[in-house]
Structure formats: C-alpha cells, structure tokens
C-alpha cells in the first residue's frame, strides 16, 4: 500500500545545502519551468530572471511575480549590476540547444546562437555562483573545452593536476 507524505513535508526540499542569504539566478528564462524545479528543489525562490523574448518574460512573470525580470539579451545584462552584490546560490541556464543538437545535423548554423553558452562563463566568472546547472543536449560537449578533461586512453576524468580519477565516467 502506496501513502502520500503528510501535506506539510509536500514541498519541504531534500538538498542539504543551505542557501540562506543567497540569491539564485534562471538565465534564458522561459515559461518559468527550471524556476519551478529550483524553487520546489531548495524551498528558495528564484530572483532573477533574463529573456529577450516578451512572451517569455511574461509567463515567467505570471508564474514567478517575485521574481526580477530582465527583457534584455543575456550578453547586455551585467551580472554585477543584477546582483548588486548578493551571493549567487545556484545558477540555471537553459542556453539554445539547436545549433548544437543532432536535429540540425551539427552543423553551426548561426555564430551568435551558438555561442550563447559563453554568457555562462561570463556569469560564472563574474558572480561565482556555488552551483551551476546547465539544460542542453548532449552534443554541447563539443562545443568548447571544459576544466574536466578526459583520458584519451581510458576516458576517466583527469584532475587539474593530471591525476586520473579511479572510477571510470561510463558504466
């Protein structure tokens, strides 16, 4: 027999990390969906929300009112600014996944949609986010180099260092 946890643990969040006094952040925000998973995820609210589309922006609004809507393009929105000095928890972004996806045959089809993962480096490097979660297709591992680089030989994940970690990525 199948049980529904009580009413008050419904929304209480599992993540033991506390991020009191920290702001998190939705970089191209949508309809509002990641913001959702954050805010049920770490019982915190998302504040700051950025898309260039209206529409967007706009069922962000309705779903997270209290959030601090950007109508702007990632690149022109300046972390600093945006922050205002407040810590950055955990960071969400959701960059354009078509330009780097099977569906378009991997082809680059437009330099300046293909690079939108960039701005995550720039928010990274800029407010230092203690989490960051990026939503996109596989093929995003292409795109540029990460800090995690693999072992050509046995594909584990190699340290700054260079030392190979002891258990291998694939299982």
Known sequence: ?????????????????????????DLFAGGGGASTGLEMGLDRPV???????PDAISMHKANHPGAEHYL?????????????????????????????????????????IRSLSWVVHKWAGTVR???ISLENVEQILQWSPLVAKRCKKTGRVVTIDQVTCPAPVAR
């Open 1 to 25: 027999m199948t049980t529904n946890p009580p009413a008050d643990l419904a929304w209480r969040t599992q993540f033991a990390i506390d991020f009191a006094g920290e702001i998190n952040v």
């Open 47 to 53: 504040h700051i929300a950025i898309n260039h589309d």
């Open 72 to 112: 702007s393009d990632v690149y022109e929105v300046d972390p600093v600014e945006a922050c205002r000095g407040r810590p950055v928890g955990w960071m969400h972004a959701s960059p354009d996944c078509t330009h780097h996806s099977q569906a378009r045959g991997g082809q680059p089809r437009k330099r300046s």
């Open 129 to 131: 986010p203690r989490i």
